[in-house]
């Protein structure tokens, strides 16, 4: 498939001003498929699992489908061990208090010095509401997570290790086995936050081994305001729940009170049905593609881009310089130029980056950076996009010399 | 329209500097951050009588808020901190609203182009909001 083809698939691409859109990290372009599914959705909708009427089963099937395609999106084991929330954060802190809930002050939750915040400040939140010990994995020099330190790290205390699968900030992809393999040694659950990596492909959770695996629908070509909680089957039913309300309970008065099962006991009032239903079209649709050749041609980007950046004197890589175990997310410092004029420039010329502190201060102090400019590559660019920001980049530096 | 906005003028404020570094026995202090891009200025000022006598401020930021505070460390001294609160709203006014500036902050002009771009507000109005801060404190201690 070609990447005209592929861009001939995404709305954004139609408009009539479509920039070289770089941001991908943030939030990826919608796919068509997942849009009309949601407007098919919102144009004829009743609230799920509420009525016995045609249009409400309708909403019911629509919101239980999407479960069952995000499922196979994961390889899930059953469809009822994803959550649908309202993102990556949100299912980051449904872990951070539900999970939480279970823990006792000196238990310890080991998290890393890459972590986007939202997989930082609620363990942090946490350490503040209950007084478990945080501690954090290092960062080599390239930004990887060090996870040679686990052994050292990882006590008999050690409750959960809640890392990134891809950083935000430096592409890196976390040795998972590594990772899982310390936790199981002591017991201790894994979670990931797999926000950057599905937007490169389906995973497969039974095989990472993890228990908890947490991604935005915005980042894999879906809507906004949906995100999901994968749990390992059996551990969710021991969680307490997080939000609590109608849909999430079995019998409520006054002297009584008892929860639904999962996944219901997890998704309190009325879900994001129609943003459901577009991510899981988008899980669909991405199920259908070939993605060793797409990741052939990420990677022949990423190449491009970091040979590119490599010829500017004053750029300096913040990240994995080499190819191997890392995704199209590439952040770079330009020396006595800030990030945001960087990105201002760069702007004016149609292409779209990030600049700043990318939501992971801790990584940035770790890493001696006060910020960076940021360019993340999805299936839909091309050589094109990555040349207008070479091109652009050299332009940034006449203009902000 | 980054050719505006990083006009000439722009640079030269910034390269300029006034007002920069550490003052001495100031009256009031302040340290403001920008958390979206990781911005930050250390302001500290001292005042004489009514007016400000001395600014100094740490800016580690972007070229826009270099440039804006190089701005309140030229403009501010000799100026009371109550005409120092209306050039900060005089300028977010104009960056926000359109508003016309006032004749005592034609200064503040050069920073017109970049009411286009809302993400870049905050770069601007963190000096002028350091300042304002600084001098809350500064009063706190009369």
């Given at each position: 498939m070609s990447i005209a083809e592929l861009r001939g698939q995404f709305p954004f691409y139609a408009t009539a001003n479509p920039c070289h859109y770089l941001d991908n990290a943030a939030t990826s372009q919608i796919h068509r498929q997942a849009l009309t599914a949601m407007a098919g959705q919102e144009s004829c909708r009743a609230n799920v699992?509420?009525?016995?009427?045609r249009l409400a089963e309708a909403s019911s099937h629509a919101y239980g489908e999407a479960r069952a395609q995000v499922a196979r999106f994961v390889n899930?084991?059953?469809?009822?061990?994803v959550v649908f929330t309202s993102g990556a954060t949100a299912a980051l802190n449904l872990v951070a208090y539900s999970f939480g809930e279970t823990l006792q002050a000196g238990d310890e939750v080991l998290i890393s010095a890459a972590e986007h915040h939202s997989n930082f400040v609620p363990w942090l939140r946490l350490r503040q509401r209950t007084g478990i010990r945080l501690r954090v994995l290092p960062l080599l020099p390239d930004g990887r997570i060090a996870t040679a330190s686990l052994a050292e790290m990882v006590?008999?205390?050690?409750r959960l290790i809640a890392v990134t699968?891809?950083?935000?900030?430096?592409g890196a992809v976390t040795d998972v086995h590594a990772v899982v393999a310390a936790a199981r040694a002591v017991g201790a659950k894994v979670l990931l936050d797999g926000a950057q990596q599905v937007q490169h492909g389906p995973v497969d959770v039974q095989k990472l081994g993890a228990d908890f695996y947490a991604f935005s629908s915005h980042k894999c070509f879906g809507p906004t305001g949906v995100g999901v909680l994968w749990t390992r089957g059996g551990v969710l039913e021991r969680l307490p729940p997080f939000l609590t309300g109608g849909g999430m309970v079995g019998l409520v008065s006054l002297e009584t009170l008892s929860f639904a099962s999962p996944p219901a006991r997890f998704e309190a009032g009325t879900p994001p049905v129609a943003q459901a239903v577009g991510l899981g079209a988008a899980a669909a649709w991405m199920m259908t593609l070939p993605w060793a050749e797409v990741h052939r041609v990420e990677s022949a980007l990423l190449a491009r881009l970091l040979d590119g950046l490599a010829t500017f004197p004053t750029v300096r890589l913040i990240g994995p310089a080499d190819l191997e175990a890392r995704l199209p997310i590439v952040s770079f410092e330009v020396r006595g130029i800030h990030p945001h004029d960087v990105c201002q420039v760069l702007g004016e010329r149609e292409v779209a980056l990030r600049g700043g502190n990318h939501c992971a201060q801790p990584l940035f102090a770790a890493l001696g950076s006060a910020g960076a400019t940021r360019a993340s590559i999805a299936l839909y660019n091309d050589a094109a996009d990555v040349d207008a920001l070479l091109d652009g980049l050299e332009h940034a530096l006449k203009v902000l010399s | 329209m980054s050719a505006t906005v990083y006009q000439q003028a722009i640079k030269t404020l910034a390269e300029a500097a006034h007002g920069s570094g550490r003052l001495e026995d100031p009256d009031g202090t302040s340290r403001l951050d920008n958390p979206l891009c990781g911005d930050r200025i250390d302001l500290a000022v001292r005042l004489a009588g009514d007016a400000v006598s001395a600014v100094g401020h740490e800016t580690r930021a972007c070229l826009l808020c270099r440039a804006a505070a190089s701005l309140v460390g030229l403009t501010a001294p000799g100026r009371s901190p109550g005409e120092m609160a209306d050039a900060a709203a005089a300028l977010e006014g104009m960056l926000t609203s359109a508003a016309v500036l006032p004749p005592a902050w034609q200064a503040l002009e050069v920073f017109a182009p970049v009411a286009a771009y809302p993400s870049r507000h905050g770069c601007v109005l963190l000096p002028f909001q350091a300042l304002q801060a600084a001098l809350a404190t500064a009063a706190g201690k009369r």
């Open positions: 699992h509420r009525s016995p009427y899930a084991a059953a469809a009822d061990e006590t008999e205390r050690c699968h891809c950083s935000n900030v430096t | -």
